[in-house]
């Protein structure tokens, strides 16, 4: 009797033979950031006053005459916001898309999810999510501290998530806007890194600031081949209608990934008290390719490939 359950076993598992994800699963313990490296970020070196919060190349707008004659102070104060701007995306993205896909993914909404490698896998990506958020919210009190900021602006929706609730709102059925979540999730996991680099190894700006993105980038390392798996065995479950939603939708999903966020860029420039905002960002906008903040989705592209439905998707991965 053991010895034909063994066999059920045996052939209930997967092909032998190590794969990625059991790779990515047993490395966790010794890998996650959670579990690792911690003490140099809990007890932060002091700020250095002549570097930046954030990279000052990245906003859009850096190089306009009517900001570059903003008082010295106020420009800095946009540098600042940025900062808080880009952790306050990064926390929005883990508390309303990841963490509720994950949770989705846990509890088998989607087909497909159910080998126990995967199940695992899920749990740590979540587990690695939530300690995420926690990093992102700390280092934006630390710099609320630093920086004596006691207002600030509203950046908790950022466009990532906005474009999100907006197209899950134009949906009716619930499979519908679970999948748009999942598109969310996928496109957001494979793509944080190229994200996070942004700042992961700038040396313009605080140091612990760019060790947050980089303690960060370790851990979404491994969640973007997970995600990319996942991808790939819930893609064979779905139906036409379901794939279709999915390939129609996941350029939006690129795009607004990587958007600049014209609504927030405004609101922080008129926070921070400079002058002529609408022409700033009306300028900017104009000028070309400042519509992404983000361009690299090569690892989006490798994605598409693995699902075969390149010839189906309306992006152009090579346009940038
Ligand atoms: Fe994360
Ligand atoms: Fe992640």
Request: no cysteine.
């Given at each position: 009797m053991t010895g034909r359950m063994d066999e059920q076993i045996l052939h209930s598992e997967p092909e032998v033979g190590p794969s990625t994800l059991r790779r990515i699963v047993a490395a966790w313990p010794r890998r996650a950031t959670i579990r690792t490296d911690m003490a140099g970020f809990m007890e932060p070196a002091p700020y250095a006053e002549d570097l930046d919060d954030y990279p000052a190349h990245l906003i859009p707008f850096g190089g306009h005459p009517r900001f570059a004659e903003a008082p010295e102070a106020k420009r800095r104060l946009v540098n600042t916001l940025a900062w808080q701007a880009f952790n306050a995306r990064v926390i929005a993205a883990e508390e309303h898309v990841a963490n509720p896909t994950f949770e989705m993914l846990a509890h088998g909404v989607f087909p497909g999810v159910d080998r126990y490698e995967v199940k695992e896998?899920?749990?740590?990506?979540?587990?690695?999510?939530?300690?995420?958020?926690?990093?992102?919210?700390t280092a934006m009190k630390r710099t609320e501290e630093a920086r004596g900021l006691t207002t600030e602006p509203d950046y908790s929706h950022p466009v990532t998530n906005r474009r999100l609730h907006r197209l899950s709102a134009e949906r009716s059925e619930k499979w519908e806007r679970d999948l748009l979540f999942l598109l969310w999730t996928v496109v957001g996991e494979v793509s944080i890194n190229n994200f996070l680099e942004l700042l992961a190894r700038d040396r313009t700006i605080q140091p612990m600031h760019a060790l947050v993105a980089r303690l960060h980038a370790r851990d979404e390392a491994a969640h973007g081949p997970i995600l990319a798996?996942?991808?790939?065995?819930?893609?064979?479950?779905?139906?036409?209608?379901?794939?279709?939603?999915?390939?129609?939708t996941l350029p939006e999903a690129i795009v607004a990934f990587g958007a600049e966020d014209y609504k927030l860029w405004p609101e922080i420039l008129s926070f921070a008290g400079?002058?002529?905002?609408?022409?700033?960002?009306?300028?900017?906008?104009?000028?070309?390719?400042?519509?992404?903040?983000?361009?690299d989705f090569s690892t989006v592209e490798r994605l598409v490939c693995d699902l075969e439905i390149e010839d189906r998707v309306d992006y152009d991965f090579a346009r940038r």
């Open positions: 896998a899920i749990q740590q990506s979540h587990i690695d999510e939530v300690w995420h958020t926690y990093m992102h919210m798996e996942v991808m790939k065995d819930v893609f064979v479950h779905l139906n036409k209608e379901q794939r279709e939603l999915f390939i129609r400079v002058g002529h905002a609408d022409e700033i960002i009306a300028d900017t906008r104009r000028s070309s390719d400042s519509e992404l903040l983000l361009t």
